[in-house]
């Protein structure tokens, strides 16, 4: 059967970029509520746009949320899922739609988070993520058309950062207590942190 990954971390972990790499790699579907919800942030829907929760950091409804998961893990056979749960709501509503084969948490500590929040940028044409100081185009035309997002700014990345703190680290928690958590050190070179998930899925990913 598929791997049916979960992708956990703080805002800046780096949750984006292994993902994007763990789908190429494995021939995995790349769910991510983020992406998902920017693509429609203007979208009015019964709980307003996602854009008044997102540009404040905080989180969006879950019912808004869990439609845009369970439609995604229908068409989905493996997957890697970054972004969500976020709360213990989520996590009990995911618990229901699926097994997981890995709850993988990518461990960053809160300045490295901050740093890498900042000074991301993000093509707009092809959805790569690039940072000022760690990773950046040589080609003009893209360095050109880079965009930071509405949210990283320093303002946004601290109410993140609690957010994350109030409802995310007690999923993390959760999935520790289960026995399901797979920690990974996520202070290192992208290519790296790749070796160090892929070590974890490769090992035994059914058992994890
Ligand atoms: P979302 O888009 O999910 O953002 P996030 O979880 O805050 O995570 P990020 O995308 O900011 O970070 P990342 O871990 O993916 O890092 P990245 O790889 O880009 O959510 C945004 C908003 O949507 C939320 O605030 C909320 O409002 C809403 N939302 C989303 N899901 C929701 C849910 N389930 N429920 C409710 N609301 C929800 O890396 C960051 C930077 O670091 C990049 O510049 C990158 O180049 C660099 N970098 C990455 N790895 C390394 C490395 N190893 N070394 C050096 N630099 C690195």
Redesign the pocket.
């Known amino acids: 059967m598929s791997n049916r990954i979960l ?1 956990l ?12 790499r763990l789908a190429d790699a494995y021939g995995l579907e790349h769910i ?7 693509a429609n942030k203007d979208m009015e829907t019964d709980y307003g746009t ?1 854009r008044e ?2 540009d ?7 019912g ?2 869990n439609e ?2 369970d439609a995604a893990l229908a068409d989905a056979d493996g997957f890697v899922l ?6 213990l709501s ?1 996590a009990e509503y995911l618990s229901e739609q699926t097994d997981l084969t890995a709850a993988i948490f ?1 461990d ?1 500590g809160e300045d ?2 901050v ?3 900042t ?4 093509d707009p044409e092809t959805g790569e ?7 950046m185009p040589e080609d003009e035309a893209i360095l050109e058309r880079l965009e930071q ?1 509405d ?2 700014t320093e303002e ?1 990345v601290t109410d ?1 950062l609690e ?2 703190y109030e409802n ?1 680290e007690p999923v993390i928690e959760h999935y520790r207590e289960t026995g399901d958590l797979i920690e990974v050190d ?5 290519d ?2 790749f070796e160090r998930i892929s070590e974890v899925i490769d090992e035994d990913p059914t058992d994890a």
Do not use: W
């Open positions: 992708l971390g703080a805002p800046g972990a780096g949750k984006g970029t292994q993902s994007k991510t509520t983020g992406d998902a919800l920017r996602p929760y997102m404040a950091g905080e989180l969006v409804p879950d808004l949320v845009i998961v970054d972004g969500y749960p976020r709360n989520q990518l960053v490295e988070l740093r890498r929040l000074g991301r940028r993000l993520i690039y940072h000022v100081e760690f990773n997002r949210d990283d946004v993140r957010v994350y995310t996520g202070e290192a070179h992208p790296e942190v």
